[in-house]
């Protein structure tokens, strides 16, 4: 199994910056892809951005540009950095972590919101 800890989340005005971070109990060196995830009230939840284990990075379209997500293995933490941040950019961000034959874990998510 694979326990993951989000933390990071806040209320910060529109164009701020966060950082999240999430702490995995498991080497993530060892985890196929890790992601963030979120979902917004009355929404279905949706790709973040993820990055694999040789560190290979992806972003959902209205990220790219904003957002970067990297990694910390030696603390077994991934991270999401977040900039310019929108109104529409508030939701509960979740840690995704996904090994290779197994089931996806998640973490209890973090809220973030951006106030206009």
């Known amino acids: 199994q694979v326990q993951l800890v989000e933390s990071g989340g806040g209320l910060v005005q529109a164009g701020g910056s966060l950082r999240l971070a999430c702490a995995a109990s498991r080497n993530i060196f060892s985890i196929n892809v890790m992601g963030w995830y979120r979902q917004a009230p009355g929404k279905q939840r949706e790709l973040v951005a993820t990055?694999?284990?040789?560190?290979?990075?992806n972003y959902a379209d209205s990220e790219k540009g904003r957002f970067t997500i990297s990694r910390d293995i030696a603390k077994n933490t991934v991270y999401l950095r977040m900039n310019s941040l929108k109104p529409e950019d508030t939701a509960v961000y979740y840690c995704n972590a996904r090994p290779l034959l197994e089931s996806d874990y998640w973490g209890q998510g973090t809220q973030v919101t951006v106030s206009s």
């Open positions: 990055i694999t284990r040789d560190g290979t990075t």
